[in-house]
């Protein structure tokens, strides 16, 4: 089985400042990642993906992440950070063959301040 | 337009009752999921529906029991509720040919 581990439950960071959270996974097989963005009071949507391909994959509002599968991790990346960045950030990862099963990391917390 | 719908949004019930969460989804996807959601431990997956005629367990499936009354709907009940079941729930959606899943807005449960 599959599993995801994001190593910080919060980070607080200042606006205009870059930001990078952390994603490891484990699997046996080869894997789907995705980062989902939770703003609050709303559900998740897909911020980027990698499926194949170039291990840089950029999403939306500025977002990219890296696959580095020697390391196991899909790191989420932003050169300048916005308040409106401020939301729950998860990490998830299927199995290639697994019909879109997802399992997800425990969230980070993005909070940008003034 | 909302493409996944749930109600309610909100409930507060009581320890033993039955309650019955609803999903609606007018994307046209055979697959749909409901998961739960707890601080600190992410989103894990309770049942599962790849069509009308399959269901399926996820990780946590004790406690509840789900229907897929047509393509465009599945149900989650709790057939007698208890205060560890207060969670954010949250049904998606899924094609059979792509990876990305669709969320609705979630359902916010307390269980007293």
């Known amino acids: 089985a599959q599993s995801v581990t994001q190593l910080d439950s919060q980070v607080p960071v200042f606006e205009e400042a870059p930001v990078e959270l952390r994603c490891n996974y484990s699997?046996?097989?080869?894997?789907?990642l995705f980062w989902y963005v939770q703003y609050p009071n709303q559900g998740l949507q897909l911020l980027l993906k990698y499926l194949s391909g170039s291990t840089l994959v950029k999403g939306i509002n500025g977002f990219e992440a890296e696959f580095n599968k020697s390391q196991t991790s899909f790191h989420l990346r932003k050169p300048s950070v916005h308040i409106s960045d401020t939301a729950e950030y998860f990490c998830a990862v299927t199995k290639s063959n697994a019909g879109n099963m997802l399992t997800f990391g425990g969230g980070t917390r993005l909070m940008v301040k003034p | 337009d909302a493409d996944v719908t749930q109600t309610p949004r909100n409930r507060i019930t009581k320890t033993g009752k039955r309650i019955m969460l609803e999903c609606s989804q007018t994307?046209?996807?055979?697959?749909m999921y409901w998961y739960r959601q707890d601080p600190g431990l992410g989103l894990r997956l309770i049942y599962y529906s790849f069509d009308v005629k399959d269901i399926n367990k996820g990780e946590i499936s004790d406690g509840y029991s789900v229907s897929r009354q047509a393509q465009a709907k599945f149900s989650l009940s709790l057939e007698s509720a208890i205060p560890n079941q207060t969670a954010l729930y949250f049904c998606a959606t899924s094609d059979r040919d792509r990876d990305e899943q669709f969320f609705g807005p979630g359902t916010r449960l307390t269980v007293l």
């Open positions: 994307k046209g996807h055979d697959r």
């Open positions: 699997s046996s097989v080869s894997v789907y």
